[in-house]
């Protein structure tokens, strides 16, 4: 359902399912009750100026009845936001793609206190390009490649690649080291995620997340004496937060995550101190050139230098 109202400073316009009955005698009733606990003034405003439509391109005043449209779009008052002290860069672009190395701490996409502050309304300003959507996504936590289609008319393509599960990603990781677990090795299990908990679990059933853990390189940290690894992650399925589960299932938490095994406290941001997880690359075969390509990341874990 494409909204009639089009991206602004690249965040899109919010929809709003009206009921086709119920107390209130207008549209604007309805959201006043619902979202006007915040900025009533503001929403009375919008409608005011024109600035609330239907799916048609309709325009809504504030005497518009209720059970004329049963979808509304209007922009939402976002809050200021400080800006995130870091920053992307774009590895690709061309008229179908942006591949961009997409920095720790900074989302995807726009979400709770993070809007301006995500990957994607970032590169829509930066790039001037609205219609850029990602296509697929990476914790806010974890740096590394990101996908994103520029061109709506080829979108289609690219995903079906992400459906029939043709992209190979490869991830790098640092985590404690076991000299009595036998590497490389394949972690399977069935793994779900629930919107109303943080975490994610690992349930018996059959399983539908799997992981091929490899070991690069060792070494003693200087400063804590710790010995670490750098791991090589090769993920067959995309669960949510997957990589860091099936890590700390074999007794290799990923340094720095305040989530797996153990979940800390929440607190403000420690830039000082990244999850020190990277999505290192991502290939596959182009569906409208047919060739095989591949897009790396230029990044580097902190726990890890001199590696990438």
């Known amino acids: 359902m494409k909204s009639p109202l089009p991206v602004r400073n690249g965040v899109n316009a919010t929809r709003v399912r009206v009921p086709a ?10 959201v006043l009750d619902k979202f006007g606990h915040v900025d009533p003034a503001g929403i009375v405003s919008r409608f005011e100026r024109g600035e ?3 799916l048609g391109g309709e325009i809504l005043t504030p005497a518009t009845p209720l059970d004329q449209h049963m979808f509304i779009w209007y922009y939402r008052e976002l809050p200021v936001e ?16 942006v591949v961009v190395d ?14 301006h502050e995500s990957a994607l309304v970032r590169l829509r300003v930066l790039l001037d390009l609205p219609e850029l959507v990602p296509m697929h996504r990476l914790d806010r936590m974890t740096a590394g490649v990101l996908l994103f289609s520029a061109n709506p008319d080829t979108r289609g393509k690219y995903q079906t690649l992400f459906e029939k599960r043709q ?9 404690p080291v076991r000299d009595d677990l036998e590497l490389p090795l394949v972690v399977r299990s069935h793994m779900i995620k629930s919107r109303t908990y943080l975490l994610a679990q690992e349930i018996e059933g059959e399983p539908n997340a799997e992981t091929r853990i ?18 090589d992650l090769n993920p067959h399925t995309g669960k949510t937060h997957q990589l860091r589960v099936h890590m700390a299932s074999q007794g290799l938490g990923i340094l720095n995550d305040s989530f797996y095994p153990i979940l800390h406290e ?18 596959f075969t182009d569906p409208l050139t047919r060739e095989a390509v591949s897009y790396s990341s230029k990044l580097e874990l902190s726990a890890f230098p001199g590696h990438n």
Do not use: C
């Not at 400080?82 to 793609?97: G, I, T």
């Not at 992209?167 to 985590?175: C, L, P």
């Not at 490899?214 to 791991?231: K, P, V």
């Not at 607190?267 to 020190?276: G, I, S, V």
């Open 21 to 30: 009955e119920g107390p209130w005698k207008t549209a604007m009733e309805f």
């Open 52 to 54: 609330v439509m239907a």
């Open 82 to 97: 400080k800006r995130l002290p870091v920053e992307l860069s774009v590895l690709h672009q061309d008229e179908n793609l």
């Open 102 to 115: 997409k920095p720790h701490f900074l989302p995807t996409t726009p979400g709770g206190m993070y809007v």
């Open 167 to 175: 992209i190979q990603k490869t991830y790098r990781a640092v985590a």
């Open 214 to 231: 490899g070991l690069l390189d060792s070494r003693t940290d200087q400063t804590t004496g710790d010995h670490l690894g750098l791991y």
């Open 266 to 283: 929440q607190a403000p941001d420690d830039f000082t101190k990244p999850l020190q997880l990277l999505a290192r690359s991502i290939s």
